[in-house]
């Protein structure tokens, strides 16, 4: 224990004479390391995130489930639109001719 106290105070009093990064950078480090094994530090993780698997499907049931996302992006035919226009512009057409008629 006394060694490793004594390795880490040398350390730290030569670092200011160290000048190139590699050479702070790996006394650093090896300060780090032994004040680890001095305080009995490991490095496992404190919380383990639990991993869910995904459910066990078929290629089949894949497949439809991927059949049914692409028919959900598919754009509208053109008819659908069309008709929903023509339905909000009659729509349009009967609430002016009422308030037309409201004004008269």
């Known amino acids: 224990m006394q ?3 004594d390795e ?3 350390l730290g009093k030569t ?8 050479s ?3 006394n650093i480090r090896r300060r780090i390391s ?5 305080i009995g530090y490991t490095d496992k993780p404190i919380y383990e995130p639990e991993v869910k698997k995904a459910p ?3 290629t089949q049931e894949h497949a ?8 959900k992006m598919a754009p509208k035919a053109k008819t659908t639109i069309e008709t929903e ?4 512009d009659r729509e349009l057409r009967d609430a002016i001719d009422k308030a037309m008629a409201k004004m008269k």
């Open 85 to 88: 226009t023509e339905v909000a």
């Open 34 to 38: 032994l004040l680890k094994q001095k």
């Open 56 to 58: 066990e499907r078929s």
């Open 24 to 26: 702070r950078v790996e």
């Open 3 to 5: 060694a490793q106290y």
């Open 8 to 10: 880490i105070e040398v």
């Open 64 to 71: 439809d489930e991927m059949a049914k996302l692409r028919a």
């Open 15 to 22: 670092f200011e004479s160290l000048y190139d990064m590699e």
